[in-house]
């Protein structure tokens, strides 16, 4: 659960930084006070690629985000979400997420049919509770989580 107060200046604030999500799905019911952002990826055609984009709040709508795990599963087919929660100067908020994630103990790899339709895979196989503490014990960067699962070239 996350507590976002009012700030007289929100603009000098956010309430979470812009991140990715470790899991596979994470769901969220809006409401209608609004305050959560998607970056526009650099890599896709249009003008505001880059930029923070505010979603606009629909009350009882469900946002669904991908998350990491996801991204990892199906090589990059879907990539994960990067996002973040601004605070506002009118409502405070209250958000309670509910990530879907894989068991601690689950090995994580690129769907093998993904990857021989790819010719590739972008990502190596580890076991879910590594990336756990790789995300936790670093900064959030936007998605640069997703660092750890990458192959490396030599």
């Known amino acids: 659960m996350n507590f976002y107060p ?27 006070i609004g305050g959560l952002y ?3 990826p ?7 690629k880059g930029e923070w984009v505010e979603i606009p709040p629909v009350p009882g709508a469900w946002v669904i985000n991908i998350g990491d795990m996801l ?8 990539e994960s979400a990067e ?17 879907t994630s894989p068991p601690a103990t689950q ?7 993904l990857v021989e339709k790819d010719g590739v895979a972008l990502y190596r196989e580890f076991v ?8 936790f014990g670093n900064a ?10 990458k192959f490396t070239s030599a």
């Open 6 to 32: 009012t700030c007289p200046n929100p603009e000098l604030t956010v309430g979470v930084g812009g991140h990715s999500d470790m899991d596979t799905l994470t769901i969220l019911l809006q409401d209608g």
């Open 38 to 40: 998607v970056k526009v």
């Open 42 to 48: 650099e890599d896709v055609d249009m003008e505001k």
């Open 71 to 78: 991204q990892i599963l199906s090589n990059g087919r879907y």
């Open 83 to 99: 996002h973040r929660v601004c605070t506002t100067s009118t409502k405070s908020r209250v958000a309670i997420p509910i990530f």
């Open 107 to 113: 090995k994580i790899a690129p769907l093998p049919h």
């Open 128 to 135: 879910f509770s590594d990336y756990m503490n790789s995300f």
């Open 140 to 149: 959030h960067d936007g998605n640069k989580s997703l660092e750890f699962a």
